[in-house]
């Protein structure tokens, strides 16, 4: 939800990972998500794409930005909690990522 504010609505169509936290499993082309996640996307109303596994193809664009986030943000810096966090990503997202085009 932070992401949709920050961005000002919500996306046709998002592009995940098959992270645990979103999709149960993979059958072929049926993708089984998460009782959370499908109730999730159902309010919100956007569709959904979801990655291969281990096909870089599918999800060089995810996992690129992932590693963006890794190396110039969290590499070198420490935090107290996890509330500290989004504070000081916000700053930083507005100082150097968001300025880039990807």
């Known amino acids: 939800m932070n992401c ?8 046709h169509e998002i592009v995940i990972d098959q992270d645990r936290a979103l999709v149960v499993s993979e059958n072929q082309d049926d993708i089984i998500l998460t009782k959370q996640f499908k109730d999730f996307k159902k309010e919100m109303g956007f569709s959904l794409y979801v990655c291969r596994k281990a096909d870089p193809e599918s999800k060089g664009k995810v996992e690129n930005l992932v590693k963006f ?21 916000d700053s930083w997202l507005e100082r150097r990522a968001n300025g880039k085009i990807c």
């Open 4 to 11: 949709f504010e920050y961005i000002g609505g919500i996306p």
């Open 69 to 89: 986030v890794k190396t110039s943000f969290f590499s070198g810096r420490q935090f107290n909690s996890f509330e500290e966090i989004s504070p000081r990503l």
